[in-house]
């Protein structure tokens, strides 16, 4: 961006709010990044990473798809993002976390398959529209200055109505997550818990591809709920440690974004990584020193078994 | 006698129960009113992709007994759990769970499945887990348990008083997946006890342990049955480790079942009537038991989990 950096923050950020398109980039951000936060906090506890990923990535041909009809690419997101998470849920076992020792089998195989054919369908679609081309490095690494006032309203819609659906779901999610067979015979229907959470997961990640563009949505899906799985293993300490590591790294990377001229995607994505390389160094240091102490308090050793039968 | 009519006459046995454990039960019963068996099961039949597992079993655990579950691998134990949990149809016959149909006391039930231990990499702690047991199953987002005033420090005394009871108050704070495989199964147990079930369902809790884990869980198990008064209903597959703890064994082989105390079921001429063909017991110096020559079951009797 063009303007200076005075060093005094009140002033910088004054001048940073008197453009609207940088109040609209900060609205935008603020939204997606508590979505992402929370919804990233349960994909990374369910290791959907790749689920998640893939639903990031069929973004970019829905927006794409969407421009070249002649449509808001906002409903392109959106739209082909809630479908996908559906065709996910509703393969064999793809809704199911931790599904068995294989885990994704056959499953990442087809969905891996199917990513690749959505880039390539979305660049054909880029190529179809002419004149789209400086909008494809938008679309795939983000912008600052393309959020409207209608996108905001569309992000907030759908934000709010993701983490109310979340609050819903929040605790059978939870059980469903980290001991799917006890949760099931307890009653909770697992396999709906499932897809209500990918369809989750398709909203967050259409709506964080349009701050950070298709490729970058892990910056905020999976950094900080990686992050706060690394500093605690409290629920609830670390599902708000993800949404506040989200906001803190959308609202710096934004301020930065603005007062240089590299990208916003580059920024955001580099605190992000910076955060994780953080928390995973305390946690290596505190692991050990756990250790040592543990070591110290001379445990019975009859406790050490070697887990993993069956 | 042909060999079909043996597994016939074998699959409806009942060896006459241990009349101690059943005069305990009994009083109770009369004075609640409550049906005297906590899981019955009358001519039931399992079949799983159309192949029948076992048929015709008829058995009865009664209110406090610790019952276990044996037979070689691919004979249908687990599925005999998932059965009394409403989680497979039946085939054929009936079975009643504390006075109802499968499933539908299932809230009065404590199960843990059958499974590998917890990824290293689990970042939750393992009173988090007991606390899933308590309402994980209630749609929502609990409140901090500083909003909930008595009824959230109800919930907290609860899981720390089955953390304790279980023995697991030195690790519960962990995250679950660095705590060893004999802890975790102390943490499993306790999340199964903390609704005060009637009948703990158990799959093969002692498969992942060592010797020593062995012993104490089981001992732990039955601790809780006497002190608690829940019915154990647990699979095993070696019956050593729980010798010292049982009331009945349940003995499942061949398509049918045999049920009574070990020392009445875990003998040459009830295996040998029950398989069909001859089977011996020995005793080594130990008083181990050593089952010999029974029939692996079939390759495909495996059932997917």
């Given at each position: ?310 | 006698m042909t060999r079909s009519e043996a597994v016939r006459h074998a699959a409806t ?243 049918g ?16 009537m029950?398989?069909g ?29």
């Open positions: 961006m063009s303007s200076g950096l005075s060093w005094n923050l009140a002033d910088d950020v004054r001048q940073m709010l008197v453009f609207h398109f940088m109040l609209n980039a900060l609205r935008a951000g603020t939204i997606v990044a508590v979505v992402a936060g929370a919804v990233g906090y349960f994909m990374v506890l369910r290791r959907q990473a790749f689920a998640g990923h893939t639903l990031a990535v069929i973004g970019f041909p829905g927006a794409a798809g969407a421009t070249w009809l002649g449509l808001s690419p906002v409903f392109g997101y959106f739209g082909i993002c809630i479908a996908g998470a559906l065709v996910i849920a509703a393969l064999p076992s793809g809704g199911r976390a931790n599904a068995g020792l294989g885990g994704y089998g056959e499953e990442s195989a087809v969905i891996g398959t199917v990513q690749a054919f959505a880039l390539a369908c979305g660049f054909l679609f880029v190529s179809l529209y002419k004149g789209f081309l400086s909008g494809l490095n938008n679309l795939l690494f983000g912008t600052i200055i393309g959020v409207s006032d209608d996108q905001v309203l569309v992000l907030l819609i759908a934000g709010v109505g993701c983490l109310a659906m979340l609050m819903v779901l929040a605790r059978p999610l939870l059980f469903s997550s980290v001991d799917g067979a006890v949760a099931r015979a307890r009653g909770v229907p697992v396999r709906v818990v499932a897809a209500g959470f990918l369809v989750l997961l398709g909203l967050a990640a259409a709506g964080t591809s349009q701050v950070t563009g298709s490729l970058l949505v892990f910056a905020l899906l999976v950094a900080p709920a990686a992050t706060a799985a690394r500093l605690t293993a409290r629920p609830a300490l670390g599902l708000t440690l993800s949404v506040f590591i989200a906001l803190v790294v959308t609202w710096a990377g934004e301020t930065i974004a603005f007062f240089s001229p590299y990208p916003i995607g580059f920024w955001v994505s580099s605190l992000a990584f910076a955060a994780f390389l953080l928390a995973t160094g305390f946690r290596a240091v505190s692991d050990r020193h756990g250790q040592r102490r543990s070591r110290a308090s001379a445990r019975p050793m009859g406790n050490r078994v070697a887990a993993g039968a069956v | 046995t009942t060896l006459p129960s241990d009349g101690a454990s059943a005069a305990q039960s009994r009083p109770q019963a009369a004075a609640t009113g409550v049906p005297l068996a906590v899981v019955s099961l009358e001519g039931a039949s399992v079949a799983v992709g159309g192949r029948t597992v076992w048929s015709g079993v008829s058995l009865q655990v009664q209110a406090g007994q610790f019952v276990a579950v044996l037979g070689p691998n691919g004979v249908g134990k687990s599925t005999m759990l998932k059965a009394v949990l409403g989680l497979v149809p039946l085939s054929g016959g009936r079975v009643t769970v504390l006075g109802e149909r499968p499933g539908r006391r299932n809230a009065a039930i404590g199960y843990l499945p059958q499974r590998r231990a917890f990824d290293p990499g689990t970042r939750i702690r393992g009173v988090d887990i007991v606390r899933l047991g308590l309402d994980g199953d209630r749609w929502g987002t609990p409140l901090p348990g500083w909003l909930r005033g008595s009824k959230g420090r109800a919930a907290r005394a609860r899981v720390a008083e089955v953390i304790d009871l279980v023995g697991a108050t030195g690790y519960a704070r962990r995250p679950i997946g660095q705590c060893s495989g004999g802890e975790q199964q102390r943490l499993l147990i306790a999340q199964a006890l903390v609704r005060r079930p009637q009948l703990l369902v158990l799959d093969e809790p002692l498969d992942s342990l060592d010797v020593t884990n062995q012993a104490s869980v089981s001992a732990l198990i039955q601790e809780v049955c006497r002190s608690q008064g829940v019915a154990v209903l647990l699979v095993a597959h070696d019956v050593n480790p729980l010798m010292p703890y049982l009331d009945q064994v349940i003995y499942l082989a061949h398509g079942a045999v049920m009574g105390s070990p020392e009445q079921v875990i003998t040459a001429d009830t295996l040998t029950l398989y063909t001859p089977i011996d017991v020995l005793r080594d110096r130990a008083g181990r038991l050593v089952v010999v020559g029974q029939p692996d079951a079939p390759t495909d009797h495996r059932l997917p989990r």
